[in-house]
């Protein structure tokens, strides 16, 4: 019998396998436990995300909230549990999530007004690189920061402890007056002026930019803002291309800033991947339909092409709602909205903002929709009106009162008004069309009732008012005092058409029409005259300077608020000109009607029927002043007409040649004109040469009495909180006291 005795090699390697399988078992081990860690921790990050995403959700929802209040309202009050408090996210907002519902909590803090130096506002700085893309930046606003917390709680569904997350989150609230601006249009703004033009100080547009030049430079020299588009074209019906570089509507170049200073052509090239994948490089007009239709985009322009192009070409100097840039609406008042429906006979716009220029009509408290239609009144000029006249169009009865106090009924009535102050001239023609009292409108191709008021003797009233009673003289308005005072002059012309606000208990949509209920009152106007030099200012009570509005057209009559003596070093320093550079002693100054018309110094009333296109008389007109009125949208009732452009604004109803017109101050296109309705054309004038430009008092906010605001929101902040950090907070609003 043999005996094997095992080879030594043989047991090494059942050894060696053992370790080794040992070995790679626990690796494996090792792997797996690291593996799940690793899902555990990456679950664990998964749910704290669901938890922070919650609730910053929250915290949005909050800030919706809070736009939404100060839409309608100037002062709102998040106490919870109070009216204005934050509601957080429904239930059903939250399924299929981990989110607790029972833990949500959103609290609304106090808001804090945030002001720069010793002013009352708020400078956007252009040095703030957070302001780089603000479309505000570079101008004085009302800002109030309103802070949010909220808090929002996790809970796994296959368990596992809470996760809970705690923010912090701030809106900005913004007042912006209009005059912050050089232009300031809320419907779509065309320009398309013939000699060169050059626009100094911000621009922004509720609709669309419509631009072009018709044989010189049209040059924006500040930030433009669109909340539309902007399209190389005219805003018509005649089926012109728009947006193409159509040679008629002017091939010379419109320009646009970069941040270096330099003046950056609309039309040049753009290089793109075609459709066969290559390079290619095309001269056209970018703007927003980058060379193609306004109305059809082509199919390779993607829908961040055009915004793209102009952050790289004008470094955020040109905006449109490519890149966010949103409407900026009169407080308590919702959008414009022209009427596409020309052609059934029914006015469907929402012309709403021209509620603001409109007579005193103050809800009752049983009014349903008080609160916002108390809003509007509070913004209108005829109620915070120091000096309110009223104006019978029938009997040119004429009466002032004093609605300084922002109240239903007058502060008082005034006993007096000092000769040739307000005059009545009613229109009269005699057999051989020889105007013997009021003035005919060329472009109205109406007879035109005036109350003509003379700015020297407000002036000299306004004074008399400073003085004690027993001191004063027949130039004096009677019952006057300077605790009446507010810089506002409002003239009513009764029977006007007026504007349907907010109601829902009623069939009359926002922003429609009242026919006029004195036919008079569509043929009567308000007139200015003798306003060289300052205007009428107290400024110890309420705001210097002065603002004249009406709810009928103005006419102003030669120079206003300047002395009429020409600085112009446009060409070497624009900053130093007539059109920009306020005159010592200048005060901010406001005219506002449905529609304003400039003068010359010398026009004709007795033979304004008689001549078509007459010659203006003076050589040169100087107007320091903000212009608020109303514009007759190009194809207005399908007429195919148009508006004239923001450069035939202000209206002209005289031959000017090469004569100029000095405008400092602010254009504000805000509304339809419900009065001076009838579209412009070129049968009754010929335009001045339009020095125009943006005031300094103004840019250094300065704004002229009453100034009505633009709502605008900016989140300023967003902060993760620990839980110490929120109740913290939250105990500092105090709202538990």
Known sequence: MTTRIPHPSRGSALVTVILLTTVLCTLVASILGLALAERRLNHRDELRLEARYAAEAVAEYGISQIRQKYATRSDIN??????????????????????????????????????????ALYFVSPDDPANANDPHVGKW???????????????????????TSYVLEKLSVRAVPPFQHAIFSN????????????????????????????????????????????????????????????????????????????????????????????????????????????KTPPSLLADNDFRDFATDTWNGNLQTSAHGIETDNPHAIGSYEEDTNTTNGIDESNNAARQLIEPSNWP?????????????????????AGLYLTVNPSTGKITAVSRSKKSATPTKTLTSLPAGLVQWKPYSLSKTNVVTSGMYDKRREKGTNLVEIDMGKLKAAVTEMTKDADDRNSSAIGGLETSDWTGIVYVEIEG???????????????GTTNAATNAQALTTAVRLVNGTGPVASYGKTGSPGLTIATNGPLYVKGNYNADGKIQDTTATNPSESSANKAETGEVPAALVADAITILSANFSDANSRQYTNPTATTSTIEIAAAMLMG?????????????????????????????????????????????????WHTGYYSPPKRCWGFSSLFRDGHNPPGSIDFDNFRRTSFTDLTEAQYNTIKSSYSWED
């Open 496 to 510: 006007g058409p007026t504007t349907n606000g907010k109601d829902t208990t009623s069939s009359d949509v926002e």
């Open 187 to 294: 419907m779509d703004m065309e320009i398309f002026p013939g000699p060169e033009m050059n626009i100094y100080g911000p621009v922004h547009v509720n609709g669309n930019l419509f631009c072009s030049s018709q044989g010189s430079q049209l040059n924006f020299r500040g930030r433009v803002t669109v909340a539309g588009n902007v399209y190389h074209a005219w805003k018509n019906t005649d089926g012109r291309t728009q947006g193409t570089g159509y040679e008629g509507l002017g091939g010379s170049p419109v320009h646009f800033l970069n941040k270096k200073g330099d003046l950056i052509a609309l039309k040049g090239d753009y290089t793109f991947k075609n459709e066969k994948g290559e390079m290619e490089t095309v001269t056209q007009w970018n703007d927003s339909s980058m060379g193609g239709s306004s």
């Open 631 to 679: 514009n007759t949208p190009t194809d207005k009732n399908d007429s195919n007409k148009s508006s004239g452009g923001i450069h035939n604004f202000p209206r002209f109803i005289e031959n000017w040649d090469s004569k100029q017109v000095w405008i400092r101050g602010s254009l504000v296109s805000l509304f339809e004109s419900r009065v001076a309705t009838e579209p």
């Open 141 to 163: 606003v009302l800002r109030r920061d309103v802070p949010v917390i909220a808090k929002a709680t996790i809970k796994p569904r296959n368990g596992g402890p809470a996760i």
């Open 78 to 119: 998040l106490r919870p549990g109070g009216s204005d408090a934050l509601k957080a996210p429904p239930a059903s907002f939250w399924k299929g999530s981990n989110v607790v519902t029972s833990s949500i909590e959103i609290i609304g803090g106090t808001p804090n007004d945030v002001t720069t130096g010793a002013s």
């Open 364 to 384: 009752s408290d049983s009014d349903a929709n008080y609160v916002t239609k108390r809003e509007v009144e509070r913004k209108k000029y005829a109620n915070n």
